[in-house]
């Protein structure tokens, strides 16, 4: 991978994470587009590390506060009724579902979910579920709303996230949706619920970063540090942005890129593999 290929797909990256647009399913199109080699699961799960150190900066003070609070309601059963370490808790259940289904389906995701087919039907499924989520949503609950079963709910929503082209934050935010939460907290939970996955998945695919005809260790960091600073630009737009407009913009965008896909594999222009 060249240097100008990793600085591409770091901005790709970083723009793409925190839309509900799909960063894995960009991340195999613009090199199919391109005419690049596909940079494989490892490089996609690596470079995610960066958007995820994003997260941990921009939403530091409250993570900092959920786990002080989490910490001390092991000790302490009173404070298992406070609101920062119940959040604890539900971000460590929300996690579990994609945590087994990822070790479960490994070897299909590395392979058969990468097909272009199946990425382009899932960013027009998955937009067409978004905007729904949209219309039926009630928008009233706050993250101060979330219990067992919400979490349990959007956790499961996370987990389809792991065939590109679905998105973690177009999944999680359309359950929250559905659930009843507002866009900007439904997208609040669904960052801080990215970390776990996110930091697990790519610290377990770091032992693959250079084998095989992968991208080298150089290029997968440059594209990290470069994911890193694009993504944390993108966080703060987004939550600003949802406070005012709906994710029809999304929607629309989901649907054109499937159905350019569609054209472009019917027509032979690019390889589904």
Same mark, same amino acid.
Request: aromatic share 10%.
């Given at each position: 991978?060249?240097?100008?290929e990793?600085?591409?797909l770091?901005?790709?990256?970083?723009?793409?994470?925190?839309?509900?647009?799909?960063?894995?399913?960009?991340?195999?199109?613009?090199p199919?587009?391109?005419?690049? !080699? %596909?940079?494989? #699961?490892?490089?996609?799960?690596? @470079?995610?590390?960066?958007?995820? $150190? *994003?997260? &941990?900066?921009?939403?530091w003070?409250?993570?900092?506060?959920?786990?002080?609070?989490w910490?001390?309601?092991l000790?302490?059963?009173?404070?298992?009724a406070?609101?920062?370490a119940?959040?604890?808790?539900?971000?460590?259940?929300?996690?579990?579902?994609?945590g087994l289904?990822?070790l479960?389906?490994?070897?299909?995701?590395?392979?058969?979910?990468?097909?272009?087919?199946?990425?382009?039907?899932t960013?027009?499924v998955?937009?067409?579920v978004?905007?729904?989520?949209?219309?039926?949503?009630?928008?009233?609950?706050?993250? !101060? %709303?979330?219990d #067992?079963?919400?979490?349990?709910? @959007?956790?499961l929503?996370?987990? $389809? *996230?792991? &065939?590109?082209?679905?998105?973690?934050?177009?999944?999680?935010?359309?359950?929250?949706?559905f659930?009843g939460?507002?866009?900007?907290?439904a997208?609040?939970?669904?960052?801080?619920?990215?970390?776990?996955a996110?930091?697990?998945?790519?610290?377990?695919?770091?032992?693959d970063?250079?084998?095989?005809?992968?991208?080298?260790?150089?290029?997968?960091?440059?594209?990290?540090?470069?994911?890193?600073?694009?993504?944390?630009?993108?966080i703060?737009?987004?939550?600003?942005?949802?406070?005012?407009h709906?994710?029809?913009?999304?929607?629309?965008?989901?649907?054109?890129?499937g159905?350019?896909?569609?054209?472009?594999?019917?027509?032979?222009a690019?390889?589904a593999?």
């Amino acid at each position: 991978m060249s240097t100008f290929e990793a600085i591409v797909l770091g901005i790709v990256q970083g723009l793409t994470e925190f839309l509900p647009i799909s960063s894995s399913a960009h991340l195999r199109i613009v090199p199919a587009l391109f005419g690049w !080699d %596909d940079p494989g #699961t490892a490089f996609t799960a690596v @470079i995610q590390l960066g958007t995820m $150190a *994003a997260v &941990v900066i921009y939403f530091w003070k409250d993570l900092w506060r959920i786990t002080t609070a989490w910490f001390a309601s092991l000790r302490d059963r009173d404070r298992r009724a406070d609101a920062d370490a119940r959040m604890g808790w539900y971000l460590i259940v929300a996690t579990v579902p994609i945590g087994l289904l990822g070790l479960a389906f490994k070897d299909q995701i590395e392979t058969g979910a990468r097909d272009l087919r199946l990425i382009a039907g899932t960013l027009i499924v998955g937009g067409l579920v978004l905007l729904y989520a949209e219309k039926v949503g009630r928008r009233a609950k706050t993250v !101060d %709303d979330i219990d #067992t079963r919400d979490g349990v709910a @959007i956790g499961l929503a996370q987990s $389809a *996230a792991l &065939v590109p082209g679905v998105s973690r934050s177009g999944a999680t935010i359309s359950a929250g949706l559905f659930l009843g939460y507002t866009r900007e907290d439904a997208a609040r939970f669904s960052f801080l619920l990215s970390i776990p996955a996110v930091v697990l998945s790519g610290l377990f695919q770091l032992k693959d970063i250079g084998a095989g005809d992968g991208p080298g260790t150089a290029a997968t960091v440059l594209a990290t540090l470069v994911s890193f600073a694009v993504g944390y630009a993108s966080i703060a737009w987004l939550l600003r942005w949802l406070v005012g407009h709906s994710t029809a913009v999304f929607v629309a965008y989901r649907v054109a890129l499937g159905t350019l896909l569609v054209v472009l594999l019917a027509t032979g222009a690019i390889s589904a593999r």
